[in-house]
């Protein structure tokens, strides 16, 4: 089915025509972001929740400044793998992807991912735009008979060429064995009969594309990458294998004899959310994709073969596609023989889902892998305890503000006192946009807690509690609540993207409208009092041992 806006960027379940009327007030623009669909073979890991948070967070900015915004994630449930793994546990393919599509599920409601569609390749409706996408590029000329003889990487789903494979030795049996070069993936010798794309077809088409948009591949190394990849040359692509071995999948059009390769299933994902083929052969509006965000491993599926095979069928090509880095514990690499994976449902318990939320965005990496750690996790808590939830309580407490008000903009000319921290609240918009632009999402959450560094110094400075004793001090009293509240307010509304529970928590205590939180909102500093909203519990609790 085609996606439909259904969450508000604040995260609360508001009336529906609120949300259009907010999410369209700044602009009548649209973002469609996706993360990639998760294969089935394994149970979610903290790789795949951060793929989510980026994609959500990247949504939930856009409709920070008025978009209306479309996020699609999901499944992906097709190929050998599954089918083998099906057979081991003695159960059916679709029991084995039901049982982990739904733990993919559960993650992606636990942290909050606001999204618009949770696709599943199992679903009809993707079988049908697949077998419609697979009759565009027939027709075009860009699929033939042949024979395949190469390379296959049952791991990653993928053939590849003798200049992409090396050998090692099997670490467990001292086995002398050929391995993807790109993915480290084992990869056997294989001869078939199938059906290719061209994609040789494609090199100098793919090379201007990314010459002439240079934010096309996010960050620069990837970007860098793919282009080596492309001039070293392309050869045409396998895109089915026989049924007799794979039967997990969806069917060549016209011959049964065929299933289509998992790859072109899979990304075909991006169109089927958007309702395609769209009717009259007009688009929907959504596409094409705004960012695609994927991890690093699967940069070349996303920005070689997903490119070309649009091409191909004369559509859209995506604006951006943000590859990741991963994650690593204590520098080292995770895995399940050395006993350090993190299981995502314990962090989210343990922190909250915006914690963890944050702690991933300030703390992943593009370029270069992030690394976990839980002092560095407890250390972002802290953070946020002390730095934010530490000022909304001094500043909103009825000791120093009995009157339970968000002062209004103190009158004249502006306090040297209070220039600072005011030329740091005017400016800190503009920079947390323009870094969020740039994918710089640490430089973005760098920026927002300057500021409130700023603030929590201008508090302490100031001594509220001393003025808050000596009735002639109660207009400067007012002046300094005012800026410490406009602290909170500007940060919370910035970081919704982000945090957004928490924060709408932090608006609704300040007294902020639904109305009145976009990016365009905190670009302006408040002008008129208002009446703060109930407190009904500390923004980041202590955390428990």
Same mark, same amino acid.
């Given at each position: 089915?085609?996606?439909?806006?259904?969450?508000?960027?604040?995260?609360?379940?508001?009336?529906?025509?609120?949300?259009?009327?907010?999410?369209?007030?700044?602009?009548?623009?649209?973002?469609?972001?996706?993360?990639?669909?998760?294969?089935?073979?394994?149970?979610?890991?903290?790789?795949?929740?951060?793929?989510?948070?980026?994609?959500?967070?990247?949504?939930?900015?856009?409709?920070?400044?008025?978009?209306?915004?479309?996020?699609?994630?999901?499944?992906?449930?097709?190929?050998?793998?599954?089918?083998?793994?099906?057979?081991?546990?003695? !159960?059916? @393919?679709?029991?084995?992807?039901?049982? *982990? #599509?739904?733990?993919?599920?559960? &993650? $992606? /409601?636990?942290?909050?991912?606001?999204?618009?569609?949770?696709?599943?390749?199992?679903?009809?409706?993707?079988?049908?735009?697949?077998?419609?996408?697979?009759?565009?590029?027939?027709?075009?000329?860009?699929?033939?008979?042949?024979?395949?003889?190469?390379?296959?990487?049952?791991?990653?789903?993928?053939?590849?060429?003798?200049?992409?494979?090396?050998?090692?030795?099997?670490?467990?049996?001292?086995?002398?064995?050929?391995?993807?070069?790109?993915?480290?993936?084992?990869?056997?010798?294989?001869?078939?009969?199938?059906?290719?794309?061209?994609?040789?077809?494609?090199?100098?088409?793919?090379?201007?594309?990314?010459?002439?948009?240079?934010?096309?591949? !996010?960050? @620069?190394?990837?970007?860098?990458?793919? *282009? #080596?990849?492309?001039?070293?040359? &392309? $050869? /045409?692509?396998?895109?089915?294998?026989?049924?007799?071995?794979?039967?997990?999948?969806?069917?060549?059009?016209?011959?049964?004899?065929?299933?289509?390769?998992?790859?072109?299933?899979?990304?075909?994902?991006?169109?089927?959310?958007?309702?395609?083929?769209?009717?009259?052969?007009?688009?929907?509006?959504?596409?094409?994709?705004?960012?695609?965000?994927?991890?690093?491993?699967?940069?070349?599926?996303?920005?070689?073969?997903?490119?070309?095979?649009?091409?191909?069928?004369?559509?859209?090509?995506?604006?951006?596609?943000?590859?990741?880095?991963?994650?690593?514990?204590?520098?080292?690499?995770?895995?399940?023989?050395?006993?350090?994976?993190?299981?995502?449902?314990?962090?989210?318990?343990?922190?909250?889902?915006?914690?963890?939320?944050?702690?991933?965005?300030? /703390?992943?990496?593009?370029?270069?892998?992030?690394?976990?750690?839980?002092?560095?996790?407890?250390?972002?808590?802290?953070?946020?305890?002390?730095?934010?939830?530490?000022?909304?309580?001094?500043?909103?407490?009825?000791?120093?503000?009995?009157?339970?008000?968000?002062?209004?903009?103190?009158?004249?000319?502006?306090?040297?006192?209070?220039?600072?921290?005011?030329?740091?609240?005017?400016?800190?918009?503009?920079?947390?946009?323009?870094?969020?632009?740039?994918?710089?999402?640490?430089?973005?959450?760098?920026?927002?807690?300057?500021?409130?560094?700023?603030?929590?110094?201008?508090?302490?400075?100031?001594?509220?509690?001393?003025?808050?004793?000596?009735?002639?001090?109660?207009?400067?009293?007012?002046?300094?609540?005012?800026?410490?509240?406009?602290?909170?307010?500007?940060?919370?509304?910035?970081?919704?993207?982000?945090?957004?529970?928490?924060?709408?928590?932090?608006?609704?205590?300040?007294?902020?409208?639904?109305?009145?939180?976009?990016?365009?909102?905190?670009?302006?500093?408040?002008?008129?009092?208002?009446?703060?909203?109930?407190?009904?519990?500390?923004?980041?609790?202590?955390?428990?041992?």
């Amino acid at each position: 089915m085609p996606l439909i806006p259904i969450r508000p960027f604040s995260g609360r379940l508001i009336p529906a025509t609120l949300y259009v009327r907010a999410s369209r007030r700044a602009s009548h623009s649209k973002a469609y972001i996706t993360s990639p669909i998760y294969y089935v073979n394994a149970v979610p890991h903290i790789g795949h929740l951060y793929s989510s948070v980026l994609a959500d967070t990247l949504k939930r900015y856009y409709a920070l400044k008025g978009a209306e915004t479309y996020l699609c994630t999901g499944t992906d449930e097709h190929g050998l793998k599954i089918q083998q793994a099906a057979a081991k546990n003695n !159960v059916s @393919p679709l029991e084995l992807c039901d049982r *982990v #599509s739904e733990s993919f599920k559960r &993650l $992606a /409601d636990a942290a909050n991912i606001s999204y618009t569609r949770f696709m599943r390749t199992t679903d009809v409706d993707h079988k049908n735009t697949v077998a419609h996408l697979w009759a565009e590029l027939e027709k075009n000329g860009y699929i033939y008979k042949g024979n395949h003889e190469g390379w296959y990487a049952v791991s990653d789903e993928a053939f590849y060429a003798n200049n992409q494979v090396e050998k090692t030795t099997d670490a467990e049996t001292g086995e002398s064995i050929m391995v993807a070069t790109e993915s480290g993936q084992r990869v056997e010798w294989t001869n078939e009969e199938n059906y290719k794309f061209r994609l040789s077809a494609f090199q100098d088409r793919l090379l201007e594309w990314i010459e002439s948009n240079p934010t096309a591949i !996010v960050p @620069p190394n990837r970007k860098n990458e793919v *282009v #080596s990849w492309i001039q070293a040359g &392309l $050869a /045409d692509l396998s895109i089915s294998r026989l049924r007799s071995r794979l039967d997990w999948g969806i069917p060549v059009p016209n011959d049964p004899d065929h299933t289509i390769y998992v790859w072109l299933d899979a990304l075909t994902n991006y169109l089927t959310a958007t309702g395609y083929p769209w009717s009259n052969g007009s688009k929907t509006g959504v596409w094409p994709a705004d960012v695609h965000v994927v991890g690093k491993d699967i940069v070349r599926f996303h920005a070689v073969y997903w490119p070309a095979f649009l091409m191909a069928a004369g559509l859209p090509l995506p604006k951006q596609i943000l590859a990741h880095a991963h994650w690593t514990m204590n520098k080292q690499k995770m895995s399940k023989s050395k006993g350090n994976v993190i299981d995502p449902f314990l962090l989210i318990d343990r922190f909250g889902a915006d914690a963890v939320r944050y702690f991933l965005v300030r /703390d992943g990496g593009l370029a270069d892998d992030g690394d976990y750690s839980e002092s560095n996790m407890i250390k972002r808590y802290k953070d946020l305890a002390g730095q934010l939830g530490n000022l909304l309580s001094r500043s909103t407490a009825a000791a120093l503000n009995p009157d339970g008000v968000a002062p209004a903009m103190p009158r004249g000319s502006v306090d040297h006192r209070d220039e600072t921290l005011r030329n740091s609240l005017t400016e800190l918009p503009a920079i947390f946009e323009k870094a969020f632009e740039a994918r710089e999402f640490n430089k973005a959450l760098s920026a927002i807690f300057d500021m409130l560094a700023e603030a929590n110094k201008h508090f302490t400075d100031n001594q509220p509690w001393v003025l808050a004793k000596d009735p002639n001090q109660k207009e400067r009293l007012h002046e300094v609540l005012y800026y410490s509240i406009e602290s909170c307010r500007v940060a919370a509304i910035l970081l919704q993207p982000v945090m957004p529970t928490k924060m709408s928590d932090l608006l609704d205590r300040v007294g902020v409208d639904y109305k009145n939180r976009s990016l365009s909102d905190a670009a302006t500093l408040s002008t008129e009092s208002r009446r703060l909203g109930n407190s009904s519990s500390i923004l980041f609790p202590r955390l428990k041992n």
